[in-house]
């Protein structure tokens, strides 16, 4: 258990190192498929061999197409929204073909274990939102909190560039920014589903 918490640390660490990709800017390379790679992981999870086969194909054409996405907006065959986009859709598509491949009591272990690292950030996970059974505009709302955090990342982090605030400071900003960004998360969930979700990530 202690390896994937330590894992999934690791994790978020690389999803805050971002590929720059000349218009597309800042690319989140981080990916649960990626997580499901370590060996600890696996081992923590008793996976057989025919899942850490299949996951290991995943993960090659993950990569694949990642990398093709970033060369053909480096080329300029894509423009850099329209790459972000297909990125984005790409995580979300690698991520729930990544939890297909495990069994509902190792997917169990995996979110528990993950919760204790993301806390109600988890809930951005489509895999959970759809075990919670949220409704379309349930999870427009998520998204759009999400977003409106990311922006204020953004600005955070165009502050430390230019100067104007230290390491510390952004450091605390963006510690501040993702516990809003919980807080406001888990208002979007009825009564019933934070129970669940209580239940789910304990």
Do not use: W
Not at 19 to 24: F, H
Not at 71 to 90: D, F, H, M, R, V
Not at 131 to 153: D, E, F, M, V, Y
């Amino acid at each position: 258990m202690r390896r994937i918490i330590c894992v999934s640390l690791a994790l978020i660490a690389l999803s805050a190192t971002f590929v720059k990709a000349g218009a597309l800017g800042p690319i989140n390379v981080g990916s649960l498929v990626v997580l499901l790679s370590d060996e600890g992981v696996r081992d923590s999870l008793h996976l057989t061999k025919s899942q850490r086969s299949e996951l290991d194909s995943q993960r090659s054409a993950f990569r694949t197409d990642a990398r093709r996405l970033v060369a053909n907006e480096q080329s300029g065959k894509i423009s850099g929204p329209t790459a972000g986009t297909k990125l984005t859709a790409l995580l979300k598509q690698t991520n729930k073909q990544a939890y297909g491949v495990l069994t509902p009591t190792q997917q169990s272990q995996l979110i528990k274990q993950q919760s204790k690292v993301l806390g109600n950030t988890l809930l951005l996970s489509e895999t959970v939102q759809n075990k919670l059974g949220l409704s379309a505009q349930q999870k427009a709302q998520i998204t759009a909190i999400h977003t409106q955090t990311r922006r204020n990342n953004d600005s955070v982090r165009t502050l430390y560039h230019s100067g104007q605030i230290g390491h510390f400071q952004k450091i605390s900003r963006l510690r501040v920014n993702r516990k809003k960004e919980g807080k406001l998360l888990v208002k979007v969930l009825t009564p019933a589903q934070q129970a669940a979700f209580k239940k789910l990530a304990s």
